[in-house]
């Protein structure tokens, strides 16, 4: 039989300060206090917990709105009446007879009842933010150090000496070497007027001065038959060879200027193709463990990343490409 002043809706009091328990049966009435004190820092009346009142000018029949409170409360980290929110503290109002302790599993697992599972919820994002954050942060961590490890491979020494002394039969295998432009797999780079070389300012030498100088420019094939007297199509682009080094040339043919690379190509006074020296480069450090792709003759990423991977290993400056120092340190010069 109903009580007087009992309604049928979750959180509906029959006496102040107390609630009917989602499918809680007869006399397992828990106390809003009680249950709002799962929500960490949180009292809806803004009174030391076990002290219950009614919600302000509330009239007869009208439902006070625990939920909705307690969870505003919890939000802000104070109770209703602006008050900092007390914590349930030896001395607070033991369940009554007839409860069973439900108040104390209540409290353990926030999540039996809907308006507890709110207010915990909400009552402290910046705790749930931090729960969430050590997730994310260890799989940033993973993938540095994924990374890291694969940008410095070690090879074994002696293998790779056993390689060098091998670079003038590598050399010969290569001697009508002609690159192709393979677009998909090694994508080009794109020209910027007047760029520089990332970082070469702070190569230290006289053999880096052709990479700290360089910079893109463009001209017209007059331009460069007028001042440099090899200029060749070289795996889609145009290159012209001075002093030891090969250059894009950049407008010499604006349909063919596929370049893998923007920057000197060191491959000494011989003057060999670019792409030749590239392919010797990429079999030397294939068969040393540091180059895991094709030989094409194409300076792209992944020939670069193996260039500095043996750069560090070998104490050279790390420039990602071929100059004098690492092709004399190979044993291609």
């Known amino acids: 039989m109903k009580e007087p002043g009992a309604t049928n809706e979750p959180g509906a009091t029959n006496e102040p300060g107390a609630t009917n328990e989602p499918g809680a049966g007869k006399g397992r009435k828990t106390r809003a206090g009680q249950e709002s004190a799962t929500a960490p820092g949180t009292n809806v009346s803004g009174q030391p917990t076990g002290s219950a009142t009614t919600e302000p000018g509330a009239a007869k029949g009208r439902k006070p709105r625990a939920n909705q409170e307690s969870a505003t409360g919890a939000q802000t980290g104070t109770d209703v009446s602006g008050q900092p929110a007390a914590s349930a503290t030896p001395g607070a109002e033991l369940p009554r007879k007839g409860m069973k302790g439900r108040a104390a599993k209540a409290s353990a697992t926030p999540a039996t ?22 997730t994310v942060a260890a799989t940033g961590q993973q993938n540095v150090q994924a990374n890291v490890a694969g940008g410095t491979k070690k090879a074994d020494p002696q293998k790779v000496q056993q390689v060098k002394q091998q670079a003038q039969q590598i050399k010969t295998q290569h001697t009508n070497f002609r690159a192709q432009p393979k677009p998909q797999q090694v994508p080009a780079v794109t020209f910027n007027q007047n760029r520089r070389i990332e970082g070469s300012d702070r190569w230290q030498g006289a053999q880096y001065e052709a990479f700290r100088s360089y910079h893109s420019e463009r001209h017209d094939q007059g331009w460069y038959r007028s001042r440099y007297r090899r ?15 090969w250059y894009p040339a950049w407008g010499y043919s604006p349909s063919a200027e596929y370049y893998a690379y923007d920057g000197p190509i060191y491959v ?12 010797d480069v990429q079999a030397e450090l294939q068969q ?40 004399d340190s190979l044993g291609l010069s």
């Open 288 to 327: 040393m463990g540091y180059y895991q792709g094709e030989v094409d003759g194409l300076l792209g990423p992944m020939t670069r990343q193996a260039l500095t991977d043996y750069q560090a290993d070998q104490g050279l400056t790390t420039t990602a490409a071929i100059d004098q120092p690492t092709l």
């Open 113 to 134: 009842s809907p308006a507890a599972a709110t207010g915990a919820v909400s009552a402290n994002p910046a705790a749930a933010t931090a729960s969430a954050a050590p």
């Open 268 to 279: 000494g006074q011989r003057a060999e193709p670019p792409d030749q020296v590239i392919a």
């Open 231 to 245: 200029v060749e199509l070289i795996g889609g682009g145009y290159y012209y060879w001075n002093s030891g080094y």
